[in-house]
């Protein structure tokens, strides 16, 4: 082998071992855990939070400076801002961009899916049409899950917070223990928050953000026990802990209900799924004894009716079994 055979062989091991690394690096600055968490902060503050005007127009500004077209055009439009702080209490990290448009994709996926059963063409249709909600149910569901998780992570964090104030350590610092030591996800809200307050926002803005982006009555609760106390003063302390035993009473009896009411939802559950799943069996078990539905207009009739007392039968029994405590 020749020298120049080995001098090439070398520099390209060097070229690619350079080029990952430049890889790497690009990719870490824009998507690793340092950008993640940067970005997100900027979401907590831009999504509808109350700021300056001036401040709000930086973080928009840095927030879309590495967005796409379709981003830039869709943070013009009126009540995005709602949609962007949707997906920011679901704890996920979409943009509203790729929410759009996984709900564009999804239909034609569906539709190519629901070809191969037997169902009519309106019924395929229909199916396709309905399945772009997903995307969005999606996120509702992890938005309620994380703000039930928010709302009973509350109790322990006013006590850690009330615990702290009697150790003689101000309010700011035990808004930071709490951001600390707290798991996810109150500690990331509490993170934020105490952010805020060491950059420059006063107290009373930063709790009001705590509050836009946690959209709990019991929080709501809390910031308003704590300014108050700021304006006419008293024991904090002893404030935090009446929230605190008015909070886990209010569960009790939540719990207490919810027990006594699961029946009923399990029965609405059941009611709501059955025709559906035993139409669709029937339709690949026996697709000609289904046919007469959408053939005749008997049929039709008929599965509309159903429909219209399925609903009006599932939105009875959810306002049966919904009780507010």
């Known amino acids: 082998m020749s020298p120049i055979f080995y001098a090439t062989a070398i520099l390209l091991f060097v070229a690619v071992v350079l080029a990952m690394e430049g890889a790497y690096i690009w990719w870490n600055s824009n998507h690793g855990p340092v950008a993640r968490r940067v970005e997100s902060r900027i979401r907590a503050i831009s999504a509808g939070a109350h700021v300056s005007s001036e401040r709000l127009s930086i973080l ?35 943009s509203v961009a790729r929410l759009l448009l996984t709900c564009a994709v999804v239909p034609p996926f569906a539709f190519a899916l629901a070809m191969l059963s037997p169902a009519p063409l309106p019924v395929v249709a229909l199916f396709s049409l309905l399945s772009g909600a997903l995307p969005l149910l999606y996120v509702r569901r992890k938005r309620a899950r994380r703000l039930r998780n928010l709302e009973r992570q509350l109790p322990e964090a006013c006590d850690m917070l009330a615990r702290a104030l009697r150790s003689g350590h101000a309010f700011s610092l035990a808004i930071d223990m709490v951001g600390t030591e707290f798991a996810e996800p109150m500690g990331g809200e509490f993170r934020t928050t105490f952010d805020e307050i060491n950059y420059g926002v006063s107290l009373n803005e930063a709790l009001a953000n705590l509050a836009t982006r946690v959209p709990i009555r019991d929080l709501r609760y809390f910031v308003i026990a704590v300014l108050i106390q700021r304006e006419t003063g008293g024991n904090l302390a002893e404030v935090l802990d009446g929230i605190t035993v008015l909070i886990r009473e209010r569960f009790k009896l939540f719990d207490k209900v919810r027990v006594l009411s699961a029946e009923g939802r399990l029965s609405a559950w059941i009611l709501g799924l059955m025709p559906f799943l ?38 009875w029994m959810s306002r049966v079994v919904a009780l507010r405590v």
């Open 278 to 315: 035993v139409g669709t069996a029937m339709m690949f078990l026996n697709p000609d004894f289904m046919q007469v539905l959408w053939q005749d207009p008997m049929g039709l009739k008929m599965i509309g009716m159903a429909l219209s007392g399925i609903v009006v039968g599932v939105i």
């Open 60 to 94: 928009k500004q840095r927030l879309l400076s590495d967005a796409t077209p379709l981003e830039r055009a869709l943070m013009m439009l009126p009540r995005v801002q709602g949609i962007d702080r949707f997906l920011q209490q679901a704890g996920i990290h979409w």
